[in-house]
């Protein structure tokens, strides 16, 4: 029986006739119709928090590029906000959030209401499971546990990471509560999506790739593995797809220590070394260059083809090295879904 849902079909290794595909960062101010919606709202978090409103930003990508994926609109930061943090998202500045440090701050968490806070966002995964067309793939995520920390920690993006580096480094215990939260949250936070009617999952580790190897293992891939262990428990079939952005050859590592599903690859790896060391193991996902995608011209088109014919045909799924940029001409991903929509594989 082949699963009429061609990315999740790739994902579990049946055959598809062409690459199946979506962006991540998909929705969002790149789109005309998405600028428009976020005008309406006061907040960025109102948006998220808005089941009628995220349900339409997230099918507005596939109404305009037919995409074979919708991936919930929400974001990573939904937790911290779900555990009472003040998180705010300032125009042109990007999130910011009232930081937390020490002990104290990690018991001023309110860990009782979070499910009941990010109930909106299970709302809309419900309607949209309801609402998508059976060939349409639902993508349901989660940040990290160690991504969402530094935002948590920092107060916000970072430079350096110079403040949760230098807590976990040099006081582990302290930091591991944190951290356990968060794990315990997102296992949580997944399975609520799950049983909405999320098909895919996938965990965002967006700065993996900022730690020493001794502490990779302990607050990216220790926590990913708990979290896939966990997940499987209730949802043995379910795909899930790992974005440790920026880890190189640990990439190994995480996946047999993990063991997930897919393999997001982020935009520096190599394509024909990621099949050839990581291909019999697990689905890989990737890994286009947004700003090559930005620029456009006939260097688009080539790498696309590049990267599916060396990627392609089996446990595929064809998507960004990271998040679409907001000033990418809509006609640049027009010209890459058409391509990839022609596509036959032999
Ligand atoms: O289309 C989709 O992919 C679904 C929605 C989605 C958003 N954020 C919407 C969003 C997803 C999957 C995310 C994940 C996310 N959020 C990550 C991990 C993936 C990655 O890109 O590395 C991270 C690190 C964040 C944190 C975050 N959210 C930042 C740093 C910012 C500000 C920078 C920016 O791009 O504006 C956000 C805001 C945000 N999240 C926007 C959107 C559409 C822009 C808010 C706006 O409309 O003003």
Same mark, same amino acid.
């Given at each position: 029986?082949?699963?009429?849902?061609?990315?999740?079909?790739?994902?579990?290794?049946?055959?598809?006739?062409?690459?199946?595909?979506? =962006?991540?960062?998909? *929705? /969002? $101010?790149?789109? #005309?119709?998405?600028?428009? &919606? !976020?005008?309406?709202?006061?907040?960025?978090?109102?948006?998220?928090?808005?089941?009628?409103?995220?349900?339409?930003?997230?099918?507005?990508?596939?109404?305009?590029?037919?995409?074979?994926?919708?991936?919930?609109?929400?974001?990573?930061?939904?937790?911290?906000?779900?555990?009472?943090?003040?998180?705010?998202?300032?125009?042109?500045?990007?999130?910011?959030?009232?930081?937390?440090?020490?002990?104290?701050?990690?018991?001023?968490?309110? =860990?009782?209401?979070? *499910? /009941? $806070?990010?109930? #909106?966002?299970?709302?809309? &995964? !419900?309607?949209?499971?309801?609402?998508?067309?059976?060939?349409?793939?639902?993508?349901?995520?989660?940040?990290?546990?160690?991504?969402?920390?530094?935002?948590?920690?920092?107060?916000?993006?970072?430079?350096?990471?110079?403040?949760?580096?230098?807590?976990?480094?040099?006081?582990?215990?302290?930091?591991?509560?944190?951290?356990?939260?968060?794990?315990?949250?997102?296992?949580?936070?997944?399975?609520?999506?799950?049983?909405?009617?999320?098909?895919?999952?996938?965990?965002?580790?967006?700065?993996?790739?900022?730690?020493?190897?001794?502490?990779?293992?302990?607050?990216?891939?220790?926590?990913?593995?708990?979290?896939?262990?966990?997940?499987?428990?209730?949802?043995?079939?379910?795909?899930?797809?790992?974005?440790?952005?920026?880890?190189?050859?640990?990439?190994?590592?995480?996946?047999?220590?993990?063991?997930?599903?897919?393999?997001?690859?982020?935009?520096?790896?190599?394509?024909?070394?990621?099949?050839?060391?990581?291909?019999?193991?697990?689905?890989?996902?990737?890994?286009?260059?947004?700003?090559?995608?930005?620029?456009?011209?006939?260097?688009?088109?080539?790498?696309?083809?590049?990267?599916?014919?060396?990627?392609?045909?089996?446990?595929?799924?064809?998507?960004?090295?990271?998040?679409?940029?907001?000033?990418?001409?809509?006609?640049?991903?027009?010209?890459?879904?058409?391509?990839?929509?022609?596509?036959?594989?032999?």
């Amino acid at each position: 029986m082949t699963d009429h849902k061609i990315v999740r079909a790739a994902l579990i290794g049946e055959p598809v006739d062409r690459p199946p595909f979506w =962006l991540m960062r998909q *929705a /969002g $101010r790149f789109l #005309p119709e998405y600028r428009e &919606v !976020r005008a309406s709202v006061g907040s960025f978090l109102d948006l998220c928090l808005s089941p009628d409103l995220a349900t339409e930003v997230t099918l507005q990508p596939l109404r305009r590029f037919d995409m074979d994926a919708a991936i919930l609109f929400a974001d990573i930061l939904i937790i911290p906000y779900a555990l009472g943090q003040d998180v705010r998202f300032v125009e042109g500045e990007g999130p910011k959030l009232e930081p937390i440090r020490d002990l104290k701050g990690i018991e001023q968490l309110d =860990l009782g209401n979070a *499910a /009941g $806070r990010w109930q #909106p966002i299970i709302e809309t &995964v !419900r309607r949209l499971s309801n609402q998508l067309p059976e060939e349409k793939t639902l993508i349901g995520f989660a940040g990290a546990p160690w991504t969402v920390a530094t935002y948590m920690v920092e107060g916000g993006s970072s430079k350096d990471y110079s403040v949760i580096k230098t807590w976990a480094y040099r006081n582990p215990q302290e930091f591991s509560a944190l951290i356990d939260i968060l794990i315990e949250k997102t296992i949580a936070y997944l399975l609520d999506q799950a049983r909405a009617g999320a098909d895919v999952l996938q965990l965002f580790d967006t700065w993996a790739g900022v730690l020493a190897p001794s502490e990779r293992r302990r607050w990216v891939i220790e926590p990913a593995k708990q979290i896939v262990r966990a997940i499987r428990a209730e949802f043995p079939e379910i795909p899930i797809i790992g974005f440790p952005r920026g880890i190189g050859t640990a990439m190994m590592e995480y996946v047999n220590a993990t063991e997930i599903t897919g393999l997001s690859l982020d935009t520096s790896v190599d394509q024909k070394l990621a099949k050839r060391e990581f291909g019999e193991r697990v689905a890989l996902q990737g890994n286009l260059d947004p700003h090559i995608l930005l620029a456009g011209g006939p260097n688009l088109t080539a790498t696309v083809r590049e990267i599916v014919s060396a990627l392609g045909p089996d446990r595929f799924v064809f998507n960004l090295g990271h998040g679409i940029l907001p000033t990418t001409p809509i006609s640049h991903v027009e010209e890459v879904v058409s391509t990839l929509k022609s596509w036959r594989y032999a």
